[in-house]
């Protein structure tokens, strides 16, 4: 099979949401704290009716549908979530109904777990299916979907919540380079869930933000020298058009970026001008410890980053500014918000994305872009996921009302024996909702 990709893709957040000024407010934070210092605007929360697996129903739902995708013709299902409603039974089990009602339980794929990394791990295990000898012809699927949730405190406004489909096969409108591919895997207790009581993460902020910069780096470099040796000649960020990154918070993607700048500095290459060179040159003696530290360094590689940050990363910040840090759903709702802003554009353009998962594991690949042909062609992709419209529909929680769901929420968590409000008012129709765990923890949804 040739140019094997994503062919088509939708994405589904919960329509409760909350601002982060008022959230900032509420919480007592100093003015622009969020707004401006995690460079946040709104966050997605799943309200007591939706969960990550009625998310992953309307996701999968939705793009068989729109894209007029005959569920026997789907060979392989990969989920990929770091929420935990059951610690056996996969999420994908509870998407088969939908493949079963047309007789066709001949799919392979179960879930993917590391932090935010399980999405990427799904959708490398389906890509790699159809390029190996066990591929079928069918086509893969791909799910990520979780719901980001903190405990009262720093990390709880870089929460958000969401679920994404792709599908995945040949002759795709979005191509992976598949020999452009660099990895860092290490061990770390940044954030982990040990609590098993507890859907909240425990979390050393400081050291996940330097984990992330690290392995960043990491992955940038081995990225450069496998392009090296298979272009001859040197990768810089001019050589992409646009850098796709996850997303626990927008501040994060701008240190991020500029990173890759001093990487290019620190490696003598193109993108830098005199100018840049100029900036960063009272940084070149710093250790890479020192590196991460320095509060110059950061503001000067931010300066020099400026202009490419606004053509090659600001078009991709879109939805996850608004909806929040969506664990394995993140970097692909950054990438569903480069399809979105930049769609008859991106024909024939690179696009490089960075994925990380606490733990940790992270990798950077790459993608080439052309139109396709309908319905798997960028401009369909564009019109189905409706990003515009989905994020106007929204409505706003005050602060009041999103904390009494969380403290609901928490309680429920690992609970049996409950009804839920079955209020699916706010819901869009064709979304899937939770109505009952019976007494035996079995879970319930409905379809409005
Ligand atoms: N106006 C403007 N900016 C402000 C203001 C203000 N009033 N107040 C603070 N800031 C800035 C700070 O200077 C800082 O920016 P900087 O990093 O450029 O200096 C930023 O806002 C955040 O403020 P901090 O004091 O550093 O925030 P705090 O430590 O309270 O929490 C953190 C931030 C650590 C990110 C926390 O939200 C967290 O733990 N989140 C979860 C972990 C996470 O997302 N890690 C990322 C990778 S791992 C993953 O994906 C889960």
């Given at each position: ?215 960043l ?20 960020v ?5 850098f796709?990154f ?6 994060l993607v701008q240190k991020s970026f500029s990173r890759l700048l001093f ?38 590689s931010q300066?020099?980053a400026k202009?490419f940050y606004?053509?090659k990363v600001q ?39 960075f ?94």
């Amino acid at each position: 099979p040739k140019n094997v990709g994503i062919l088509a893709m939708e994405i589904y957040f919960p329509p409760t949401c909350i601002q982060q000024e008022v959230l900032e407010a509420h919480d007592g934070a100093s003015k622009g704290k969020y707004t401006i210092g995690l460079g946040q605007d709104c966050m997605a929360f799943c309200d007591q009716v939706e969960d990550v697996i009625s998310m992953s129903m309307t996701a999968v739902t939705s793009l068989l549908e729109k894209y007029g995708v005959d569920p026997k013709q789907i060979g392989r299902l990969e989920v990929g979530s770091e929420t935990v409603l059951d610690k056996s039974k996969s999420i994908k089990t509870f998407l088969m109904p939908i493949f079963e009602k047309h007789g066709n339980t001949d799919i392979e794929g179960v879930d993917s777990t590391n932090a935010c990394y399980g999405g990427t791990a799904a959708l490398l295990n389906c890509v790699n299916w159809v390029e190996s000898n066990s591929w079928d012809g069918r086509y893969g699927l791909v799910v990520c979907t979780d719901s980001a949730v903190y405990a009262e405190g720093p990390a709880r406004p870089t929460g958000g919540a969401a679920a994404i489909a792709m599908l995945i096969g040949p002759n795709a409108p979005i191509v992976f380079e598949s020999k452009l591919r660099a990895s860092h895997m290490a061990h770390v207790y940044d954030f982990y869930k040990p609590n098993l009581a507890s859907e909240y993460p425990v979390v050393d902020g400081k050291l996940s933000q330097t984990c992330y910069l690290m392995a960043l780096d990491s992955c940038y470099k081995s990225f450069c020298s496998k392009y090296e040796k298979l272009e001859g000649k040197q990768f810089s960020v001019a050589d992409a058009d646009y850098f796709v990154f996850h997303s626990p918070y927008n501040k994060l993607v701008q240190k991020s970026f500029s990173r890759l700048l001093f990487n290019d500095f620190s490696r003598n290459a193109s993108s830098i001008d005199d100018a840049a060179k100029e900036k960063l040159v009272p940084f070149s003696s710093l250790t890479i410890d020192e590196s991460y530290q320095s509060r110059d360094l950061e503001k000067a590689s931010q300066q020099v980053a400026k202009v490419f940050y606004d053509t090659k990363v600001q078009p991709s910040t879109l939805i996850p500014k608004q909806v929040g840090n969506m664990y394995t759903a993140s970097i692909y709702a950054a990438f569903a918000s480069l399809l979105h802003n930049k769609n008859s554009t991106l024909a024939g353009q690179r696009v490089i994305l960075f994925s990380y998962g606490s733990g940790l594991s992270a990798t950077m690949f790459s993608l080439r872009l052309n139109e396709g042909q309908h319905p798997f062609s960028l401009s369909n992709i564009k019109t189905v996921m409706n990003v515009s419209e989905k994020l106007k529909a929204r409505i706003e929680f005050p602060p009041e009302k999103f904390v009494e769901t969380m403290k609901l929420m928490e309680h429920r968590y690992g609970a049996k024996d409950f009804v839920t409000s079955k209020d699916c008012s706010l819901l869009a129709p064709g979304t899937y909702y939770l109505t009952e765990v019976d007494s035996m923890y079995r879970r319930f949804y409905s379809k409005k």
